[in-house]
């Protein structure tokens, strides 16, 4: 079915993040965006890759990081990013009730993911005596690690806000783009978790 | 570029042939828990040797991200040569800062 006839039926189109030039815009703009961040996200990985060795006399990382506390929070991610797969894929069947059901899974496992890490910098703060100023590794770990935390926080946000605007609104090629880049920003987040937990954690353990 | 996909002339049955089902997006899941496995069982059996370790961590990494963004941020559809760009781009400038941190910084 064309864009046209789909809106002449009063049904969605096929793909309706792409049925609209701004929906194509926003998608375009988006991947700009991401590549950005790339950078961003970049240069806070080459501080800590530069400084992850000056311990001050404080933790280093071989003491500090649980293994199991680090996969059970790539787990919850990646499964997220899986049901945030399945989300689009709700959307382009036309189905809002189960876009909704997916969205609300993501944003769930998305809370349990900046529970652990919540947890995690509790207990280094209150237990291991590691803050923000312990030393140059410290600061270099919560300022990377932190940032992709606030990320998810943000996130989680974002596709609250937008399963509000869905039952609202519900799905059009207006609100389609939005669900669409809000899923493409959660795979970047499982992306760049990806190489933390690889170069924070995994490097981290090996020394 | 993603107008090709949605000209009057491609009717019907090209997007109903591009609704594509769950089953990819599951086994890139598998394959990523697998090499996600990999990594975690390589660190936390010890006793690997350092330089292989950290090359194969990497490996899986790389391995990891190129086939969520390839398959599930459609990386590998056609019309993404421009957010490949993008891509790429970034990820290019993100390499010099490492590569800057790592032997400038330490240089001596």
Redo the contacts between chains.
């Keep these: 079915?064309?864009?046209?006839h789909a809106e002449a039926a009063g049904t969605l189109?096929?793909?309706p993040e792409?049925?609209t030039l701004e929906g194509?815009n926003k998608?375009?703009a988006f991947?700009?965006f991401?590549?950005?961040?790339?950078?961003l996200?970049?240069?806070l990985?080459?501080?800590f890759?530069?400084l992850r060795n000056q311990t001050n006399e404080g933790p280093s990382a071989n003491e500090l990081f649980h293994?199991p506390l680090v996969?059970a929070a790539?787990?919850l991610l990646?499964?997220s990013?899986?049901t945030s797969?399945?989300a689009i894929?709700a959307m382009?069947?036309n189905k809002p009730a189960l876009l909704r059901n997916w969205l609300l899974i993501t944003v769930f496992l998305g809370l349990g993911f900046l529970g652990l890490e919540i947890y995690e910098f509790s207990e280094y703060i209150r237990h291991e005596k590691f803050g923000m100023t312990t030393s140059a590794f410290s600061s270099a770990f919560y300022t990377l690690v932190g940032f992709h935390g606030a990320h998810v926080a943000f996130g989680i946000l974002w596709i609250s806000v937008l399963i509000g605007q869905l039952a609202r609104k519900g799905l059009t090629v207006i609100t389609a783009p939005k669900v669409y880049v809000s899923a493409?920003y959660w795979?970047?987040i499982?992306?760049v978790w990806?190489?933390i937990?690889?170069?924070v954690y995994?490097?981290g353990?090996?020394? | 570029m993603a107008t090709e996909q949605h000209s009057p002339s491609d009717g019907a049955v090209k997007h109903r042939h591009r609704q594509e089902g769950p089953q990819r997006h599951i086994v890139v899941f598998v394959l990523s828990v697998v090499l996600t496995l990999i990594a975690f069982a390589a660190v936390a059996a010890g006793g690997v040797n350092a330089t292989f370790a950290v090359i194969l961590l990497l490996v899986m990494a790389v391995f990891q991200v190129i086939l969520q963004m390839g398959f599930w941020m459609h990386l590998k559809d056609k019309g993404h040569l421009l957010p490949i760009i993008f891509m790429l781009g970034g990820f290019f400038i993100a390499g010099t800062c490492i590569v800057m941190a790592l032997y400038w910084v330490w240089w001596d």
Excluded at chain 1, 34 to 39: F, H, I, K, T
């Design positions: 079915m064309t864009t046209a189109p096929h793909e792409k049925a194509r998608v375009l991947w700009l991401l590549g950005g961040e790339s950078v996200f970049g240069t990985f080459a501080t890759l530069a293994l996969a790539t787990f990646l499964v990013s899986l797969v399945f894929q382009h069947r493409m795979h970047f499982d992306v990806v190489f937990f690889t170069v995994l490097l353990k090996v020394g």
